[in-house]
């Protein structure tokens, strides 16, 4: 196979993963407030993985509007797994930052992922397993630093 068969074969997969994920991802958001949606708990991923964060920066982080971001936060702190707190680079600024609640959360919704996780991999050897982790860490790393561009087609 070609180059362009190879990544037209990798999309076709891609899309197939990320409608499974879709698919998975109501049932796996738990173990918290019944009334967060999907981006409310990836907010808070990105809190509690990356450290507190201004509301612009999380919604670069997101992919999202700020004004999006901005209810999405209301609604963590209201439920007390996010609180504000002063930016300590900037006083009149503030950013958001995790709860000891908030992280309990997370921990729970990472660890009933993880279960399903190992479900789908028991009958994986491990050389399978450690191959698939290290080729989409590599695959997200291109993702992350290569900026999408069109190809010219004549």
């Known amino acids: 196979m070609s180059v362009a068969e190879d990544a037209d074969e990798l999309g076709v997969q891609l899309v197939r993963f990320m409608r499974a994920v879709n698919r998975a991802k109501p049932h796996m958001a738990r173990h918290g407030p019944d009334s967060l949606d999907r981006l409310a708990y990836a907010a808070l991923f990105c809190l509690v993985h990356d450290g507190p964060q201004r509301t612009g920066k999380l919604a670069e982080l997101l992919h999202a509007e700020i004004s999006t971001v901005s209810r999405e936060s209301r609604s963590l702190v209201a439920h007390g797994l996010v609180e504000r707190r002063a930016d300590p680079i900037?006083?009149?600024?503030?950013?958001?930052?995790?709860?000891?609640?908030?992280?309990?959360?997370?921990?729970?919704?990472?660890?009933?992922?993880?279960?399903?996780?190992?479900?789908?991999?028991?009958?994986?050897?491990?050389?399978?397993?450690?191959?698939?982790?290290?080729?989409?860490?590599?695959?997200?790393?291109?993702?992350?630093?290569?900026?999408?561009?069109?190809?010219?087609?004549?």
């Open 90 to 154: 900037d006083g009149r600024a503030c950013v958001l930052a995790a709860t000891s609640e908030g992280e309990r959360v997370f921990e729970e919704n990472r660890k009933h992922r993880n279960r399903w996780l190992a479900a789908i991999l028991a009958d994986w050897p491990s050389q399978d397993r450690a191959a698939m982790t290290e080729l989409l860490t590599r695959l997200n790393t291109g993702i992350e630093t290569t900026p999408p561009q069109l190809a010219d087609q004549k």
